[in-house]
């Protein structure tokens, strides 16, 4: 299976502060077909987890531009610029290249 | 809008199995592939495996295969998810997701139907 994981656990940050998550794989997400099927998901409290972010660094719709996803083979970073209150909840990254894995989630604490 | 609704939370005694039921609406059913996923405090989210609505084509993780069978009802939009010889550890919550047919992840989710083994 493919571990992916995620630093740091936990994050406190506050209003307009920007945060970065780290995801590491423990292979390649580089596809034979050239995509690499590294997504983000949100999972707000009390809620089922949401598509923030598919194919490194493509914007689902409706998700807000202070959202941002970079990387490539093993190493992937979200990014949040300005952080906004309705961001609390926990970040997982989550692999398709390969049968899917999830990341162990961060929690984004608001201060 | 997409939406999929799941069934009730499930209390169940050990050796027996339960059910799950996510039926789709706001999209053509049968165009998107569907995911089912176990999230519990301790194992955070799993994979148990995917399912082609269209064909009935199904691929398992390894952990879940025999633990789990995936199935469609095609005139209902309805996926369901059968879980059987359940112990303590079949505790969770078990999602259903849509698979994006243009982002090739779950781009979609139920509200979660919670699953309780005790005797």
């Known amino acids: 299976d493919v571990v992916l994981t995620q630093t740091p656990p936990t994050l406190s940050a506050t209003i307009g502060q920007s945060v970065s998550i780290s995801c590491r794989s423990s292979?390649?997400?580089?596809?034979?077909?050239?995509?690499?099927?590294l997504n983000w998901l949100l999972q707000r409290p009390g809620q089922p987890p949401q598509l923030l972010i598919y194919l490194v660094s493509r914007l689902e719709s409706g998700v807000p531009n202070r959202f941002s996803g970079s990387g490539s083979g093993t190493d992937f970073t979200l990014k949040i610029s300005g952080v906004e209150a309705e961001d609390l909840g926990v970040y997982y990254c989550v692999q398709s290249t390969h049968a899917p894995t999830f990341g162990s989630g961060t929690k984004l604490e608001i201060k | 809008q997409v939406q999929l609704q799941q069934s009730g939370a499930e209390l169940v005694k050990p050796g027996t199995s339960v059910k799950l039921s996510c039926k789709a609406s706001g999209y053509t059913f049968t165009s998107n592939h569907m995911n089912w996923i176990k999230q519990t405090t301790g194992q955070g989210l799993e994979w148990i495996g995917i399912?082609?609505?269209?064909?009935?084509?199904?691929s398992y993780n390894v952990k879940f295969k025999g633990k789990a069978t995936l199935t469609v009802d095609k005139s209902s939009s309805t996926a369901f998810m059968q879980l059987s010889s359940l112990t303590p550890e079949d505790s969770a919550v078990y999602y259903c997701?849509?698979?994006?047919?243009?982002?090739?992840?779950?781009?979609?989710w139920g509200q979660g139907a919670s699953v309780t083994v005790s005797s």
């Open positions: 292979q390649s997400l580089l596809h034979s077909n050239g995509n690499t099927y």
């Open positions: 399912i082609n609505p269209g064909s009935g084509g199904t």
């Open positions: 997701a849509r698979h994006g047919s243009s982002s090739y992840v779950m781009d979609a």
